[in-house]
């Protein structure tokens, strides 16, 4: 349980903590800081439970970069990168998988992956999970695009909301001007019992972003930007 003067200054100054909360990240972000340090500022977290969706796994590889980097790969890095942030900030994560695994048991690859999708939200659904993040890596023809962007459910205005608080902390990491996009189609969005979001960290298809999705840093980068939209999220009144 908070203590009562957190409680009051949330009510209070609900928009100036989330301001100083996310100046005091981005400048730890840029100095450098690892996921040790979030320890300092991360109390807004504390008692929440957040799924961690690593996309894809197992028998499913997800995007193929031109590289021939698998998103399975980078969503898993990232993830584990975040979990340990969210724990270190006081919250209960869970995770979705933690090695190269899914959850469907089925032979055919078509309905072991339906299965493997309907267990990823029940799992979330008997945690009781305040927030569902789905991590995954981009695709597209165009081997020009890059970029990290969050998804959200367009009926959803809590996942609306988590997911620019997200999209925003990203922003600032790649210098990016995407926005936060509702989306219906997309499964794990549709059927969440909490406010969820889907995260991509970019274009496995542009070779330099490929490259970068594989290195450590930028990986903490990209889970210290999630885990700040996080914070600046709950730290609204």
């Known amino acids: 349980m908070r203590r009562i003067w957190v409680v009051s200054f949330r009510r209070r100054n609900g928009v100036i903590l989330g301001i100083a909360l996310g100046l005091i990240m981005t400048i730890a972000i840029g100095l450098g800081f690892s996921g040790q340090d979030a320890k300092i500022w991360s109390w807004i ?23 021939n980097v698998l998103e399975k790969d980078v969503t898993l890095a990232v993830s584990k990168r975040l979990q340990a942030l969210v724990q270190q900030g006081g919250a209960k994560t869970i995770m979705v998988r933690d090695d190269d695994t899914d959850l469907g048991t089925s032979v055919g690859l078509l ?8 267990q990823r939200i029940q799992l979330a659904k008997d ?23 969050t998804f959200y459910h367009s009926d959803s205005p ?9 999209q925003q902390e990203l922003n600032a990491l ?5 926005v936060a996009k509702g989306n219906q189609d997309i499964y794990v969005l549709k059927k969440a019992h909490q406010a969820a979001v889907t995260v991509e960290l970019g274009f496995l298809t542009n ?30 009144p």
């Open 45 to 67: 977290v504390g008692n929440r439970v957040i799924v961690i969706d690593a996309g894809h796994g197992g028998v499913d590889p997800g995007a193929v970069g031109i590289g």
């Open 174 to 178: 790649t210098n990016g001007k995407r």
């Open 127 to 149: 945690a009781q999970a305040e927030v569902y993040i789905s991590i995954h890596a981009n695709s597209y023809p165009n081997p020009k695009l890059t970029g990290a962007q």
């Open 158 to 166: 809590e996942s609306k909301l988590l997911a620019q608080s997200i």
């Open 111 to 118: 309905k072991r992956k339906r299965e493997d999708l309907a």
């Open 207 to 236: 070779a330099e972003e490929e490259q970068l999705l594989t290195t450590p840093e930028y990986q903490e980068k990209l889970a210290m930007a999630i885990y700040q939209g996080l914070s600046v999220h709950f730290s609204k």
